[in-house]
């Protein structure tokens, strides 16, 4: 079963910027989409975004067009969240997820107003 | 806005069976969503169940089965464990995003 291990979270102030990586135990070129998905303290899960075998389509969640962007290096085996303009409603544990069902841990962002 | 909707709770007993649904805003659901099932106990990662409405994986044990019912996705849990409860989501694909259910949380009692 492949392992996927996320790191980067941490406390940021509004405003702030993070970049979250999820690192994979075996190559993830077979993945055909990698996903990250939230879940804030106390709630459901919240799928945020998606990325495609070869990086050429991306997708997000309305609430985070234009402030976070997902990318994947398969060289790397790993794939990123870059978080800009982060909110207070952006705190969450964010898990990385890739097609064959493959789950993160998760890292926990918390964002201070 | 797309919402995805599912029963707030639902209450088994031990050995029993239990159907839990999925419903989208935007009409019946059929096997273009390629419905996603996972649960998650509480502290833990979501871990998956069911891909692609009725797909297993490896490791999902055979009394957890995926369908379309009535226009919904639905997964069974046949001869329910203690260890089966858990919260579930259903995960439902809109042409590149995807929208998470609110979950169901069930109990076994």
């Known amino acids: 079963e492949v392992q996927l291990v996320e790191s980067g979270g941490g406390l940021v102030q509004q405003g702030g910027s993070l970049r979250l990586s999820c690192e994979a135990s075996?190559?993830?070129?077979?993945?055909?989409?990698m996903s990250w998905v939230r879940q804030a303290p106390g709630k459901g899960l919240e799928w945020v975004a998606n990325?495609?075998?070869?990086?050429?389509?991306?997708y997000y969640v309305e609430s985070v067009k234009g402030r976070f962007t997902i990318s994947r290096d398969d060289a790397k085996n790993s794939l990123y969240l870059q978080m800009n303009g982060l909110r207070a409603e952006d705190t969450a544990v964010y898990f990385c997820?890739?097609?064959?069902?493959?789950w993160g841990q998760g890292t926990l962002v918390t964002v201070s107003s | 806005q797309t919402v995805v909707t599912q029963e707030p709770s639902l209450t088994v007993s031990p050995g029993g069976t239990v159907t839990l649904t999925c419903t989208s805003s935007?009409?019946?659901?059929?096997?273009?969503?390629?419905a996603n099932w996972f649960h998650q106990k509480p502290g833990q990662a979501p871990r998956s169940l069911i891909y692609?409405?009725?797909g297993k994986h490896s490791w999902t044990p055979a009394r957890f089965s995926g369908s379309l019912l009535g226009g919904k996705a639905a997964l069974t849990l046949s001869d329910v464990q203690p260890e089966d409860e858990a919260d579930y989501y259903c995960?439902?694909?809109?042409?590149?995003?995807?929208?998470f259910g609110g979950g169901t949380k069930v109990t076994v009692l």
């Open positions: 990325t495609k075998q070869d990086g050429s389509q991306n």
């Open positions: 997820y890739s097609s064959f069902g493959y």
């Open positions: 075996e190559f993830i070129s077979s993945m055909y989409w």
């Open positions: 692609s409405t009725t």
């Open positions: 995960l439902l694909y809109y042409g590149g995003a995807w929208v």
């Open positions: 935007t009409g019946a659901v059929t096997s273009a969503y390629y």
